[in-house]
């Protein structure tokens, strides 16, 4: 039985839906909101010594945690391949995405989801809805989460959320999510596939005067909503070459919704109203769980969260916890490449020195056979290359091309001197466990696992002052699953 929390964290507040998953099905457990003290956001001290007692009272203990990042902080890019194969599609995906995102690659967390494959036709592509973050925003969105008592195991983007539950809705073609937020409204196009484009629109619900007390809406910021939104839709009909069919207005404002529907025109009859829909949060929860499910609009995201991963079908599993995007070979793949061309360079000396042997004692027919064994051997070591006659001069060439290639993966600084500084550098007095190196030109990703925090601290001070060593970055820590431990990782610059 999973115990799941989805935590939907505003700028106005924190939602929290947790539900048991048990061997009958799905339980509903409760939700609860927590409205911040000040309009400062999460961020103030205030807030977060509050949230520190609200989750302590709540006894926050789950085998799940899901959070939901703000749409705002997160780039959104559509890319497209040529090729179906996963493998490929996820080493070409960042490629594709360097050219458009606002961060470069390696300061980047990423994740996506395939919308569509197609292996028609002469030439295979592959679609995708990209989901991007800065990797110095995202350590400091988990500082943050860690300091009110959070740890999510994963991350998800308030545009894709909300798919998992549009199943339920049985809409035909083409829809929008609307979410009016307390800072910005966050649009989330969703077809058969999940979301295949989102956008954000700098208008709020304070500034349309839909916040609690008011009497009326603010007429000429609702008249610039409305055309923006209509724009936005236009937009994207447009790049897809297919009609918006409905709006469907999610979150606390769902239900208010409706006082957009006779503005929402379509631009050639405008006596025709586009069909408005408010999301039936209430419906698809008794449908999931069970008749005693009770939950309210403002709950919507945060029951998106929780029921992520017990969706039968879900749409969209975004999860941006899951690293960063790296275009470099793991440490085993490095170790690989030179054990194997020491190998065959030690072989090559080893059939060297026979051949010598052999021609000193000038035994003809022992040549011979010398010969079919560098053949044999060859052919051993490089099944697909030919050896061109000369097996010995053709495995001396592709083994100085894997040396190149090596040299060229570790950089002006030798591997060897770069991890015995490591090594020299951690204190005797700490207790560390690596559990993984990775090396490029440039940097070295470290893991490890260390019983206090302290350790981390020691451990930066240690290496950062070798002559190979530019700087060392606290890049992740967080406690491990049994909270007995801390799980982190560091960023070391090579000069």
Not at 110 to 129: F, H, P
Not at 260 to 278: A, C
Not at 283 to 293: F, G, K, S, V
Request: contains cysteine; glycine residues 8%; neutral net charge.
């Amino acid at each position: 039985m999973a115990n799941i929390f989805g935590i939907d964290i505003g700028r106005y507040s924190l939602k929290v839906v947790n539900v048991k998953t048990t061997l009958r099905g799905i339980e509903y457990t409760g939700a609860k909101e927590f409205v911040f003290p000040r309009d400062t956001g999460l961020g103030s001290e205030e807030n977060v010594e509050s949230l520190k007692e609200f989750f302590t009272i709540e006894g926050l203990s789950a085998s799940e945690v899901i959070v939901g990042i703000p749409s705002d902080m997160v780039s959104v890019h559509t890319i497209s391949v040529p090729f179906t194969d996963d493998k490929l599609v996820s080493q070409a995906i960042g490629t594709e995405l360097e050219g458009v995102s606002p961060f470069s690659l390696e300061e980047t967390i990423m994740d996506y989801n395939v919308l569509r494959k197609d292996r028609s036709g002469e030439q295979a592509s592959t679609q995708a809805i990209t989901f991007s973050m800065n990797t110095d925003t995202m350590k400091q969105w988990l500082d943050l989460l860690m300091r009110i008592g959070v740890d999510p195991n994963i991350i998800e983007v308030a545009h894709s959320s909300y798919a998992n539950l549009s199943a339920y809705l049985k809409l035909e073609g083409p829809f929008v999510i609307v979410d009016i937020g307390h800072m910005h409204t966050s649009l989330t196009f969703i077809n058969d596939s999940g979301v295949f484009m989102a956008r954000d629109l700098r208008i709020s619900a304070p500034m349309l005067g839909l916040v609690p007390g008011a009497d009326t809406l603010n007429e000429s910021i609702k008249a610039f909503f409305v055309k923006e939104l209509k724009l936005s839709i236009s937009t994207v009909e447009r790049k897809i070459g297919a009609d918006i069919a409905s709006v469907v207005f999610a979150g606390r404002l769902a239900d208010k919704g409706r006082v957009f529907e006779k503005d929402l025109g379509l631009p050639e009859l405008s006596y025709t109203s586009m069909p408005v829909f408010s999301l039936p949060i209430n419906d698809i929860a008794r449908t999931l769980m069970d008749e005693r499910a009770s939950i309210g609009p403002e709950y919507g995201l945060a029951c998106a969260l929780a029921l992520r991963n017990v969706i039968r079908k879900p749409r969209n599993l975004i999860n941006l916890r899951r690293g960063s995007f790296k275009f470099q070979r793991a440490i085993e793949q490095i170790k690989g490449k030179l054990v194997a061309t020491l190998g065959i360079a030690g072989l090559i000396i080893i059939v060297s020195m026979v051949s010598m042997a052999y021609g000193y004692i000038g035994l003809k027919h022992r040549s011979g056979l010398l010969e079919k064994k560098m053949y044999a051997l060859f052919h051993d070591a490089f099944p697909n290359e030919p050896s061109l006659g000369d097996p010995l001069g053709t495995m001396k060439y592709l083994v100085s091309q894997e040396k190149k290639k090596s040299e060229d993966l570790s950089g002006s600084i030798p591997v060897i001197e770069v991890l015995r500084e490591l090594s020299t550098g951690i204190p005797k007095d700490v207790k560390v466990d690596v559990t993984e190196l990775s090396i490029d030109p440039e940097q070295i990703t470290l893991r490890g696992r260390t019983p206090t925090i302290d350790n981390v601290d020691k451990i930066v001070i240690g290496i950062k002052n070798f002559n190979t060593i530019k700087d060392v970055k606290v890049i992740d820590t967080r406690k491990t699953a049994d909270q007995k431990a801390f799980e982190f990782q560091l960023g070391i610059n090579l000069k």
